[in-house]
C-alpha cells in the first residue's frame, strides 16, 4: 500500500485567491487522481494526472480552474482558481494501487472559502 | 461521475449489531469495491469483489454481488463503535484502461455504544 500526504490539510481562504494543494506519496506511482467531496456528498473525479502527460479532465472541470501539475511519480499539485464560496469542499488525492485496481487515499485538504 | 446508488443515507445501530447497506449501479462492471471514511477524513478500501464472484469475506465484512440486479450489499457483522464512518460502493467499469473509479452517494454508520 502507498502513504499519501497532503498539504495543507484545511484552510479559509477569500474568495478571488487561488489555492494550490500538494499530494506526495512514499512510492512511485503512474496514475494519480484529484476528486472533489463537497458538504456531506460522495466524491466526483475531477481529473486524473499521469506523469509525463497533460491531466485529463472529467466533464464539467477545466484546466483554467483547476491547473494541475504532474513533475515526478511521487508529487502532484492541483490548484484551485478564483476560488468562490461553492468551491468550499474536501480535495481527495489518491493513487492506484499495484494492481491498478484499488486506490489509495491521501486524507484529504479541507477547503473554506468565505 | 457518480453511478452507484446507496441505501440507506443513514443508519443508526447499537454496538454488536449488524449494519447492511446496499449498493446500485448502472452499467456492466468488472469489479464493485468498499471503501469507509472516517470523520471527512482520506478513505480506504476495504474489500473488492470481480463480477465474477457473488459473495466475499473479510474479518467481519461481508459483500455479496448480484450482477443480474447490478447490486451489492456491505454488512459489518457485530460491529463496534470504531465502525462509525461513511461507507461508499465504487464501481470500475467493465472497458477501461484508466482504472477510474465511480463513487456511490455512501451510506453514514453510527454505531452506539
Known amino acids: 500500500s502507498a502513504v499519501i500526504s497532503q498539504k495543507p490539510s484545511r484552510d479559509i481562504c477569500q474568495r478571488g485567491t487561488s489555492l494550490t494543494i500538494q499530494c506526495q506519496v512514499d512510492?512511485?506511482?503512474?496514475?494519480m487522481f484529484w476528486y472533489r467531496q463537497q458538504p456531506g456528498q460522495s466524491l466526483t473525479l475531477i481529473a486524473t494526472?499521469?506523469?509525463?502527460?497533460?491531466?485529463?479532465?472529467e466533464s464539467g472541470f477545466v484546466i483554467d480552474k483547476f491547473p494541475i501539475s504532474r513533475p515526478n511519480l511521487t508529487f502532484s499539485t492541483l490548484t484551485v482558481s478564483n476560488m468562490s464560496p461553492e468551491d468550499s469542499s474536501i480535495y481527495l488525492c489518491?493513487?492506484?494501487?499495484?494492481?491498478?485496481?484499488?486506490?489509495?487515499f491521501g486524507p484529504g485538504t479541507r477547503l473554506l472559502v468565505l | 461521475s457518480q453511478q452507484g446508488e446507496e441505501d440507506p443515507q443513514a443508519l443508526s445501530i447499537q454496538e454488536g449489531e449488524n449494519a447492511t447497506m446496499n449498493c446500485s449501479y448502472k452499467?456492466?462492471?468488472?469489479?464493485l469495491q468498499w471503501y469507509r471514511q472516517n470523520s471527512g477524513r482520506g478513505l480506504v478500501h476495504l474489500i473488492l469483489?470481480?463480477?465474477?464472484?457473488r459473495e466475499k469475506h473479510s474479518g467481519r465484512l461481508r459483500v455479496t454481488l448480484d450482477t443480474s440486479k447490478k447490486s451489492s450489499s456491505l454488512l459489518i457483522t457485530a460491529s463496534r463503535a470504531a465502525d462509525t464512518a461513511s461507507y461508499f460502493c465504487a464501481t470500475a467499469p467493465i472497458i477501461s484502461n484508466d482504472y477510474k473509479l465511480s463513487f456511490g452517494a455512501g451510506t453514514t454508520v453510527t454505531v452506539r455504544a
Open positions: 494526472a499521469n506523469q509525463g502527460s497533460e491531466a485529463t479532465y
Open positions: 469483489i470481480r463480477s465474477n464472484e
Open positions: 489518491s493513487v492506484s494501487g499495484g494492481n491498478q485496481e484499488t486506490q489509495y
Open positions: 512510492s512511485q506511482v503512474t496514475m
Open positions: 452499467t456492466s462492471i468488472n469489479n
